[in-house]
């Protein structure tokens, strides 16, 4: 099951940019969590992106510790199908993302053993388009 909201107000949505606020100082986690995964640069994550990068998480702790996800795909990216010609209204919606900005939480783990939790996170860090840090 993908990351996808349950109702928006508008089915689709423009493009918008991702501003280069950089909070590279931070360096605290939001809830509870001892190790935690954050990003180094801004940019766009899909749902199937940080799917990928959950299940990679709880493959490795499995029933050890929680896995905490910080940031949900809230966005839609429309796209028309291959072969249409220009006009007739904006595609449908292929996909969603989530705009992350530098220095914000992604993921965090609580788990009783650090050296999982480490090897879970960079298992993690394989699957997603940005540069990440682990900070514990």
């Not at 099951?1 to 928006?8: A, D, N, T, Y």
């Not at 940031?71 to 990216?77: D, E, G, I, R, T």
């Not at 650090?114 to 879970?120: G, N, P, Q, V, Y």
């Amino acid at each position: 099951m993908l990351f996808v909201p349950k109702s928006r107000k508008f089915k689709k949505s423009q493009k918008g940019r991702v501003l280069n606020k950089i909070n590279t100082n931070i360096s605290f986690l939001n809830f509870t969590g001892v190790v935690g995964l954050k990003s180094l640069e801004t940019g766009r994550v899909s749902s199937k992106q940080l799917l990928a990068a959950k299940q990679a998480i709880n493959k490795i702790i499995k029933k050890t510790g929680k896995v905490i996800t910080t940031v949900f795909p809230q966005h839609p990216v429309s796209k028309k199908p291959k072969e249409i010609r220009m006009g007739k209204g904006k595609g449908a919606v292929d996909h969603w993302v989530c705009k992350i900005t530098a220095g914000s939480f992604l993921f965090e783990l609580k788990t009783k053993h650090s050296f999982l939790s480490l090897i879970a996170l960079r298992a993690a860090q394989i699957r997603l388009p940005i540069k990440t840090k682990i900070i514990i």
